[in-house]
């Protein structure tokens, strides 16, 4: 089968390759991709700048029909359709974070598409445990959404205190941001989204999801927007979701005495933040990576309650061949959510 694949180690070294078609374990299955959405990740691997494993099949956020299961697997049927929690493909099960059901932080996780093979190819293999089961009025191109809207949903209703009546702010308005949006306004809170002019598109989008305002920090001042929709008071809460050091400092100046701030967003790099703002609003400060199992159960229910969709923001819909022009969409800003066909 064809797949997308990191050779070795360095920048770029990613080509489509045959290689052969996975064998399930037997406490596996084997899924037939539907779609496979791409991730700020990949590109992460790509500029070799994430953890990678080479050579290791790219891909991680998808969905597909199950074709194959092995011979321990029980209560999943051939031919269902899941999404599939690919983060925990490789855990030791044994340390204090496994056994809290917190494997994001278990010491010899390794995930999919990046630490094992992934779904950027025509059939993927995992665990039936890490199989969630797709409401039957969700297309299959949002079901391969579901990932970042778990990370979404990690982040907004796990990790945040939110409160009705607050006055949010999201700087950054990718994928993970806007779908942090979709959940405030779900929620009933007043959301704030700023960005920068290279955001135009995602802008205009956080505008037709229900934003108060956008705000291009190139030309607007934030801090002005700000004070308008708070009385002066300054955010209740604000989300990181860009991953830039200008970005974070204008968080921390938005936010109220007493306010509350998660980072979604990952730098990749060293930054230099006035961190002594935190202690002088005596801020609640919160990080946000990934997700639970708990989460993925919680992201299903609001997708079958049908107060949330994924669809508009899947902007390009490709052949695995088209792979490097989906790559440069998502660098440059040209797209919102990227899915590739197997």
């Known amino acids: 089968m064809k797949a997308l694949v990191k050779l070795q180690s360095g920048v770029g070294h990613v080509e489509i390759r045959d290689v052969p078609e996975p064998k399930p374990a037997d406490n596996q299955v084997m899924i037939e991709v539907a779609w496979c959405g791409i991730c700020g990740t990949d590109l992460h691997v790509f500029k070799d700048t994430f953890r990678n494993f080479p050579p290791v099949i790219l891909g991680h956020e998808f969905c ?3 074709v194959e299961v092995g011979k321990s697997v029980r209560n999943v ?12 493909t490789v855990t030791c099960g044994q340390c ?4 809290k059901g917190e494997f994001m932080f278990c010491p010899e996780r390794r995930g999919m598409g990046h630490g094992v093979n992934g779904a950027f190819a025509r059939y993927a293999v995992a665990r039936a445990d890490q199989l969630f089961k797709l409401p039957d009025h969700v297309p299959d191109d949002e079901g391969a959404v579901c990932e970042p809207f778990a990370a979404a949903v990690h982040a907004v209703c796990d990790i945040t205190d939110l409160r009705l009546g607050d006055v949010a702010l999201i700087s950054g308005p990718g994928p993970i941001g806007l779908l942090c949006l979709k959940l405030l306004v779900a929620n009933g809170i007043k959301t704030i989204v700023a960005g920068a002019a290279s955001d135009a598109l995602r802008l205009e989008m956080a505008k037709r999801l229900g934003a108060a305002e956008v705000v291009d920090v190139t030309r607007e001042d934030i801090l002005s927007a700000v004070k308008e929709h ?5 955010v209740d809460v604000a989300f990181e979701c860009a991953g830039v050091a200008a970005s974070a400092g204008a968080c921390l100046d938005a936010v109220r005495p007493l306010g509350r701030y998660t980072q979604v967003g990952h730098f990749g790099e060293d930054v230099t933040v006035l961190f002594d703002r935190i202690a002088f609003k005596q801020l609640c400060l919160n990080g946000s990576v990934g997700y639970t199992a708990e989460t993925w159960n919680r992201m299903l229910r609001i997708l079958a309650q049908g107060n949330v969709s994924l669809g508009n923001l899947i ?12 790559f440069d969409l998502c660098e440059q800003k040209e797209a919102l959510k990227v899915l590739l066909k197997p």
């Open 64 to 66: 597909g029909r199950v």
């Open 77 to 88: 049927p051939v031919g269902g359709r899941f999404a599939v929690l690919g983060a925990s």
């Open 96 to 99: 204090v974070y496994c056994r």
């Open 230 to 234: 708070t009385d002066g008071l300054g």
């Open 315 to 326: 902007t390009h819909k490709l052949s695995l061949a088209e792979w490097k022009k989906g």
